[in-house]
């Protein structure tokens, strides 16, 4: 088990009663999910218009405007939707012609995503230790892990937080890398003013549910190397020249490269344009929410029973979740137990890729991956979401505190 993430409730209802005999702690008076996805009340009307214009399959209309919005925003020469960032990160697994014995560094502290995309070519996965303050790749540590079998470094930026971008930078060019931004997590986020995703030479967003931006299941390729534009078409349309047929380029397609099919449907682009032309006020309406949070939270870290987020000065981060870290000794399933009877869905994160069974047998570590496991253990994620109003906010942090400091 990955996470601890229940399927999310669409009920408008706030109130879930308990039986009469459940214990005192038990009795919850609401019920405030993990997450609830967000509509603008624009994504039925562009559907509805995808379906009335003719064009259901990928890149129609929608999908173009999608990939237009995408390399504005990130300067990128090519933007592609993917149906996941699951195939995003694949894709650049096809375009880095990663073989087999090949190394990937990345962190262990992360979703099995991240991991798989280079796995499924045959690469070993060398997993290192992440960061105290951000949880984010220790880039300390990177340099150390290179072996002459290394060919790329994947960042995850997590909780839109970056990674120290111009140090993962500086390595991989002195040693011939490329970097992979697994910005899942990251959409309208930026790191020294430049958003997350647009930094390395490819960069993978995340346009599922539980994000900031969503289609329900989606993602985009950002290919911010120029020489990976062509053959990321190729890769994205099952390994042929058809995107270069449509627009005029050859007179026949055929298949030119190893490929899959990448594309998400225009209905899945309709949905996800409604979001992209609202991403900036959904973006500033999630940091309201998660700044409240900081604040109320404040009290409950002086005393010692928690440790908040920590944002460094050059990060720009996008409010996509809010975690504490339970102060060490502290009980975190007897904690997530009183929150669920108290009606508050608080999840747990990543089970770290170096200790699970496929993760022992295809990858290595380099180093004690001291904070990755204690971080793991520590680690509480709130409820988060566009709607979640003062009152709920007030619920869950008083519920948190009845959670820690009960008998």
Request: charged content about 20%; hydrophobic content about 40%; glycine content about 8%.
């Amino acid at each position: 088990m990955m996470n601890a993430v229940e399927k999310p409730s669409m009920t408008d209802s706030n109130v879930e009663t308990l039986a009469p005999n459940a214990p005192e702690f038990a009795r919850a008076p609401r019920h405030i999910p993990f997450n609830r996805p967000y509509m603008t009340g624009r994504e039925l009307h562009y559907i509805s218009q995808a379906h009335a214009g003719g064009h259901l399959a990928g890149d129609g209309p929608f999908t173009d405007r999608c990939h237009a919005w995408l390399e504005a925003s990130t300067s990128a020469p090519k933007a592609l939707l993917t149906h996941s960032c699951t195939a995003a990160l694949e894709m650049a697994g096809l375009l880095l012609d990663i073989k087999p014995g090949d190394e990937v560094i990345l962190p262990s502290f992360t979703f099995v995503s991240t991991a798989n995309a280079f796995v499924l070519r045959g690469a070993v996965p060398v997993f290192v230790d992440v960061r105290e303050d951000t949880l984010n790749i220790d880039e300390t540590l990177v340099e150390q892990a290179i072996t002459p079998r290394t060919k790329a470094i994947v960042p995850v930026h997590y909780a839109g937080v970056g990674c120290e971008m111009d140090a993962l930078m500086t390595i991989a060019g002195r040693f011939g890398l490329k970097v992979v931004e697994d910005a899942a997590q990251a959409v309208m986020a930026r790191y020294n003013g430049k958003l997350l995703g647009s930094i390395g030479h490819l960069g993978a967003y995340s346009f599922h549910e539980t994000k900031n931006v969503i289609c329900g299941e989606g993602g985009a390729l950002i290919v911010n190397d120029p020489a990976y534009a062509l053959n990321a078409e190729i890769v994205r349309e099952k390994g042929t020249d058809r995107s270069q047929f449509f627009r005029g380029e050859v007179d026949k397609y055929t298949w030119r490269l190893p490929g899959s099919s990448f594309l998400p449907s225009e209905l899945t682009a309709a949905f996800l344009w409604a979001q992209l032309e609202a991403a900036t006020t959904l973006t500033s309406r999630r940091l309201e929410r998660w700044a409240r949070y900081h604040d109320l939270l404040e009290g409950l870290e002086q005393r010692g029973l928690l440790r908040r987020p920590i944002v460094p000065e050059y990060c720009e981060h996008n409010a996509h979740m809010y975690y504490v870290l339970l102060a060490p000794g502290i009980d975190r399933q007897l904690v997530l137990a009183r929150l669920k009877a108290s009606g508050v869905n608080a999840v747990f994160h990543y089970v770290p890729l170096h200790s699970s069974p496929c993760g022992q047998r295809v990858g290595r570590t380099y180093g004690e991956l001291r904070v990755t496991e204690d971080a793991s253990s520590r680690l509480i994620r709130l409820p988060l979401w566009i709607g979640l109003d003062d009152s709920m906010q007030d619920y869950v942090v008083s519920s948190l505190e009845d959670a820690l400091t009960k008998g």
